[in-house]
């Protein structure tokens, strides 16, 4: 990575220069420029100072808030829940009022579909069940921790669900959907992980017979990134995931591991209806990030197995083959498996049966199936981008949360500084505190001081301004 150190482009003046602890470097070579920051970098931390001017209404914080809290959030701009036929006909809409809504799944009666909704705020997550006609919306758990995945028990009394509650960390939890009563299955003595590694439980999915809850979880495992090891570790600082399977009663005994395999993930379990088997994901620990990234999508690749539940043996390949296929789900007794493919020309839903729905004309994640395997509700996604101070769900009641771009900087002048990751080409901008007067300073694909065919694939990082708010340093 290079460092540099660039003026302001139109806002530098002599004058000002001579007042600037950087000004002596005003004609220096870019060497020589990142060694003079280099030994001044400790005085880069801006804090921001007195308001000089008024902010716009967008900016202005809620009565009796300290501020407004600038934060970055990479996620797609919409997510919408559709219900159609296994076949694809007959897709509308679930929802007559859509906010911001994910990880749909079938009541074991079919009668509800439960999800999860950012209604309360973009941003917090938080569960809801409906019926499959849309109507009687209900909210199930809503708090400023994350809650996600809930899952109905057979008998209809309970509901599963993963949630930060209390500790921060995403553990499954129960509730009564008659007393209201929750507890955490995950975050007990007994099933107490090594605290200084890895530790999160995901994907929880009832037995036919409501005996048992069986979930993916990577607790005990190392923090490592992707890519090559080097000394330092891997060239990627991106985590990865190595997950196994394991399952609990709804009161919290009889915990233990069902499978694990080293340097792989075992995702998103499912039931047999006999209750015998169980249908999972399996992929490498390395792919579980490519498959998250569009020019890696295409390299990454996943098999749908199956293991005899009592004994972690009898381990099938149920679908093979190149490609990310995950969600597996058994749709009828007789073990055939729907499933979807993600990435290429050949994304959609598929079935052991020879049923194939192509869905690349949209960008469809996370389908489930109804117990009797004639519908499919999943949610559509768009990556458009959040306009620049959007309102987001605030933490900490203190502060009002605003959307902005990556890295944001605020200067001792009230200017603010990001990197446009999201909204541009990861140029280095400039802007003010209404989110007007954007600037360019620094464009990585045009550097004159970057030879031509190194400039391709190019971002600029994380702007620090200087005490006087003449210069920015960052990283290429």
């Given at each position: 990575?290079?460092?540099?150190?660039?003026?302001?482009?139109?806002?530098?003046?002599?004058p000002a220069l001579g007042g600037c602890p950087f000004a002596h470097t005003a004609n220096m070579d870019v060497d020589d420029m990142v060694k003079a920051h280099a030994r001044m970098s400790r005085g880069l931390v801006a804090?921001?100072?007195?308001?000089?001017?008024?902010?716009?209404?967008?900016?202005?914080?809620?009565?009796g808030k300290k501020g407004v809290f600038m934060m970055n959030r990479i996620a797609p701009g919409t997510s919408e829940l559709y219900i159609a036929n296994t076949d694809g006909s007959n897709e509308r809409p679930l929802l007559s009022d859509p906010v911001f809504e994910y990880h749909a799944s079938f009541s074991?009666?079919?009668?509800?579909?439960?999800?999860?909704?950012?209604?309360?705020?973009?941003?917090?997550?938080?569960?809801?069940?409906?019926?499959?006609?849309?109507?009687?919306?209900?909210?199930?758990?809503?708090?400023?921790?994350?809650?996600?995945?809930?899952?109905?028990?057979?008998?209809?009394?309970?509901?599963?669900?993963?949630?930060?509650?209390?500790?921060?960390?995403?553990?499954?939890?129960?509730?009564?959907?008659?007393?209201?009563?929750?507890?955490?299955?995950?975050?007990?003595?007994?099933?107490?992980?090594?605290s200084s590694l890895v530790e999160s439980y995901l994907r929880p999915a009832w037995s036919p017979d409501g005996e048992w809850i069986a979930f993916s979880s990577d607790r005990n495992t190392q923090w490592d990134g992707h890519g090559e090891p080097t000394f330092l570790g891997r060239t990627g600082w991106e985590t990865t995931q190595e997950l196994s399977l394991y399952a609990i009663r709804p009161n919290g005994s009889d915990f233990r591991q069902i499978i694990s395999k080293p340097y792989y993930s075992l995702g998103s379990p499912k039931w047999s209806a006999d209750g015998k088997r169980i249908v999972y994901y399996e992929m490498t620990r390395e792919d579980t990030y490519n498959a998250h990234r569009p020019e890696t999508i295409t390299t990454a690749n996943s098999t749908i197995m199956s293991v005899d539940?009592?004994?972690?043996?009898?381990?099938?390949?149920?679908?093979?083959?190149?490609?990310?296929?995950?969600?597996?789900?058994?749709?009828?007794r007789n073990g055939t498996i729907a499933y979807t493919l993600k990435g290429g020309t050949s994304e959609g839903f598929y079935t052991t049966a020879g049923l194939y729905v192509n869905t690349t004309s949209a960008t469809l994640r996370s389908p489930a199936w109804s117990p009797d395997g004639k519908q499919v509700v999943y949610e559509k996604t768009t990556w458009s981008i959040r306009a620049g101070y959007k309102k987001l769900y605030s933490w900490d009641s203190d502060w009002d949360y605003r959307f902005t771009d990556v890295f944001p900087q605020i200067s001792h002048q009230e200017r603010i500084a990001i990197t446009q990751k999201q909204l541009g080409n990861s140029s280095i901008v400039t802007l003010n505190t209404t989110g007007a007067d954007l600037q360019l300073v620094y464009d990585p694909s045009t550097a004159d001081f970057v030879s031509d065919n190194e400039t391709t694939g190019l971002s600029a990082y994380q702007p620090s301004w200087s005490p006087c708010g003449e210069w920015l340093v960052f990283g290429v």
């Open positions: 990575m290079r460092y540099s150190l660039l003026p302001l482009l139109g806002l530098a003046s002599v804090s921001k100072s007195s308001p000089s001017t008024v902010p716009t209404s967008s900016t202005t914080p809620t009565v074991p009666d079919g009668e509800w579909i439960t999800f999860t909704s950012e209604r309360n705020g973009d941003g917090n997550s938080d569960i809801y069940r409906v019926r499959t006609n849309g109507s009687d919306l209900q909210e199930l758990v809503a708090t400023p921790a994350v809650e996600d995945s809930v899952v109905i028990s057979p008998n209809g009394r309970l509901a599963a669900y993963v949630s930060t509650a209390n500790n921060m960390k995403a553990n499954i939890w129960v509730l009564d959907l008659q007393t209201g009563a929750q507890w955490n299955l995950t975050n007990t003595p007994s099933t107490a992980a090594n539940f009592a004994t972690g043996t009898d381990v099938r390949v149920e679908v093979a083959g190149s490609g990310v296929k995950q969600f597996p789900q058994y749709l009828d």
